[in-house]
């Protein structure tokens, strides 16, 4: 089956500072990758649709520019939190369609818990 | 705009016990429907899908789930609950790639 990946696992960083998690489809190739954020006991709320070679589209009330999100190959996309703050703090999914879906299925990451300082 | 109802947040269940978890939705054409489990701190795992055909879906793990387009249902079964079935399920519909999902219902499993 299509798996995705996602490095870090966990992450603490210090107020201020930026992160970087990188989301992978391994075994296929994923023209749009999804980034999911989620609050703990909470559902899962998009943040931002990418395709690849193309900028992100982002949900209303996402900051573009806290959130950079960038899919530049068919299996890798990242998001870097910038200038990260301690209300960032929260567990983010990724999730890849693979090229030639007909059936809107998303297969998600496992997950990178982000803890600021 | 599609929109997913899960409206127990919580449900427990003995082991062995039979499981149904409700979800509702909104959507205005024919939805596709998603059932994910979720284990914590853990990504989602599907368990079943529905895009049309038998309304009957059988899915991994034992699960089953019917569509009823009357009631705007979509809910998940089980006939017989293990305890490594203890997590939380999110429901999800989607029109045109987006997934919408619902706020989840924790699954405790008492023994």
């Known amino acids: 089956g299509a798996v995705v990946s996602q490095h870090p696992s966990w992450v603490i960083c210090k107020s201020g500072t930026s992160v970087k998690i990188e989301c992978r489809s391994l075994d296929f190739q994923a023209t749009t990758m999804f980034w999911y954020r989620q609050f703990p006991k909470q559902s899962l709320m998009l943040m931002a649709t990418s395709n690849e070679g193309s900028k992100a589209t982002y949900e209303q009330g996402v900051e573009k520019d806290k959130f950079l999100i960038n899919h530049a190959s068919l299996t890798l996309s990242t998001l870097t939190v910038t200038s990260a703050h301690p209300e960032d703090s929260s567990f983010y999914i990724c999730?890849?369609?693979?090229?030639?879906?007909?059936?809107?299925?998303?297969?998600f990451g496992p997950g990178t818990r982000l803890t600021v300082t | 705009a599609q929109s997913v109802t899960q409206p127990d947040i919580h449900i427990t269940v003995s082991e062995g016990a039979s499981l149904e978890l409700r979800c509702n939705y909104s959507y205005g054409a024919t939805p596709y429907l998603f059932w994910y489990v979720q284990s914590p701190g853990q990504g989602l795992q599907l368990l079943l899908k529905y895009f049309s055909g038998d309304t009957l879906v059988q899915g991994i793990k034992g699960f089953e789930a019917e569509f009823k387009r009357s009631q705007s249902s979509f809910n998940l079964r089980k006939p017989s609950v293990h305890w490594s079935d203890a997590a939380e399920y999110f429901c999800?519909?989607?029109?045109?790639?987006?997934?919408?999902f619902g706020t989840g219902t924790r699954l405790l499993v008492s023994p």
């Open positions: 999800a519909v989607t029109g045109f790639q987006k997934l919408v």
């Open positions: 999730s890849a369609e693979g090229r030639g879906t007909l059936d809107y299925e998303q297969y």
